[in-house]
């Protein structure tokens, strides 16, 4: 493992941290997860910190909030990838102040592994939320941090076992809610392989100070064609409902948070079309699929089928 | 007007805010409401202060972020109510900062509405989401400035019209889950109630430097009160799962943000019982509707009345 870079993870319990803590650490980087002293004894953190530490991920205490912590940790790596909350997005300078300190990391990865901030046509409170990245983004440029963003667009697990219905517990199987017209393209990637993307790209020269889009072809889908595939797989016709913008505007407008947050989100992106009606400039970053093509990464259909 | 005291508030267009907003200005107090220049253009907030200047609100333009446009807003003022959002919620020590200076706040209330994060028994994500919360509490204190603290439990709004299923978009006519053993009493508030018992509050005297607990008993109900009073209400029975802790724990952990913390929420609120499991302290807050008897507030059955 001499040879293989050093990756620090912060925020490696949480939702995709933990999906790449385990990549990294069987992709046989030597990796340390700055977990918080207090999370071993929570129900929850305190299982994935056990498993992390059967994969020979070196457990390292501290959090974004003690400087020293923060300091220390980084300077036993070359590669720092952040996995923080989304409520932790600005605090992301106290990385980014123990970087420039410590003067040894290669890369940063901030905490993207979302939409691509810089091409946004969204509502609040989006527009706000959204605004503390490109804030971070603009701050790790101008203090000259190599960098790369992963925008992976959305989560399968989070959307598609629903087919991006809230709160069903499978694919419907007799209605359906469509937003706006249905014909924007989303993109759908399983957080395995955002983690193993996010692992391949660390070490890459060609995606220093780049974005790399996670848009597989057969992952980028409208919601009328997710509702097709999934049609043709169960052999059975839904019933369509298509929810037009002024209403959806109208359910951000009355729904309490979080909920307006994830409304809003699919205003951006089922209504805008903001995952991909945009051409990957090549000064700005490369498509994911495209530069690691050896990659097998689940496909939309594939996942699909598991719920059939 | 005159011997009304004057009102800001900082995140008026939020979910809760805008209630208070409207109270506020409706219950004759000066009322100012701090937003954003680019909410105006804002599809969804637009509309929000449009309805305010029709109240008579007088809308400032600044933000949390712009020290001169809160101190100028707060000078204005005796009384400053937080309704910001939950990201926000750390950066609301640049109010209490705002205040320190200006001088002439007589009452400052910080964006709680919700559980009293003083009486917590949770799991990650919301131990650390409430930390925050906790923390601004002890600076409120330490700073030495006039607090009152009101705690409304969860929205009405929220959970009522699905009793309390993610995702449902109305109240179960067949089956429903039920967290634990269903017997952790939850407390349910509307929100026009909340804002007026917040309104009422703010000029007490009684209330100064206390907790208000919206805790009205009729609307103190355990899940399986709660679906008995529906059960009645419709004339049929449901179908009951229990999900057990432990289940709901790796539900928990499968879960992305932010559904992890809003499950996380559930956790303390119908396993651990965090909305009732204490009785309140005379000499750290009051139950609102013992304080202001005379308020006529919506009874859960009288909600859940809407939906047969």
Chains 1, 2 share one sequence.
């Not at 207090?38 to 501290?62: A, H, Q, R």
């Not at 912590?69 to 997005?89: E, F, N, P, W, Y």
């Not at 939409?115 to 509502?123: I, Y």
């Not at 790369?148 to 598609?160: D, H, I, P, S």
Request: charged share 20%; proline share 6%.
């Amino acid at each position: 493992m001499a040879d293989k870079s050093k990756i620090l993870i912060i925020g490696g319990t949480g939702y995709i941290g933990k999906h790449v803590v385990e990549e990294s650490a069987k992709s046989g980087h030597p990796t340390f997860a700055l977990v918080r002293e207090s999370s071993v004894s929570d129900p929850v953190k305190g299982k994935l910190i056990e498993n992390f530490e059967s994969l020979g991920v070196t457990i390292l205490f501290g959090d974004l909030y003690n400087h020293d912590s923060l300091l220390d940790a980084v300077k036993k790596v070359d590669i720092v990838i952040s996995t923080v909350g989304h409520m932790q997005i600005p605090d992301q300078v106290n990385i980014i102040a123990a970087i420039k300190e410590a003067g040894n990391v290669q890369r940063f990865l901030p905490s993207e592994f979302g939409n691509d901030v810089d091409h946004l046509h969204s509502v609040e409170p989006l527009t706000s939320a959204f605004a503390r990245k490109i804030k971070l983004r603009r701050t790790i440029e101008a203090e000259g941090i190599p960098y790369t963003y992963v925008c992976c667009n959305y989560f399968a697990g989070f959307f598609l076992p629903t087919l991006c219905q809230f709160g069903v517990q499978a694919p419907p199987r007799d209605k359906v809610s469509i937003l706006g017209d249905g014909n924007a393209k989303a993109v759908f990637n399983e957080e395995n392989d955002i983690a193993t993307f996010t692992i391949k790209a660390i070490n890459d020269p060609e995606t220093l100070n780049k974005v790399v889009y996670i848009r597989p072809p057969l992952n980028t889908n409208s919601m009328n064609e997710l509702v097709t595939l999934w049609e043709n797989l169960i052999g059975q016709t839904l019933e369509k409902t298509y929810v037009p913008e002024e209403e959806l505007l109208k359910q951000i407008e009355a729904s309490p948070p979080p909920f307006n947050l994830l409304l809003a989100l699919n205003h951006s992106v089922f209504i805008k079309g903001d995952h991909a009606n945009f051409d990957i400039d090549p000064a700005v970053g490369f498509e994911a699929t495209e530069i690691y093509p050896d990659v097998k990464y689940t496909t939309v259909e594939e996942y699909l089928k598991r719920f059939v």
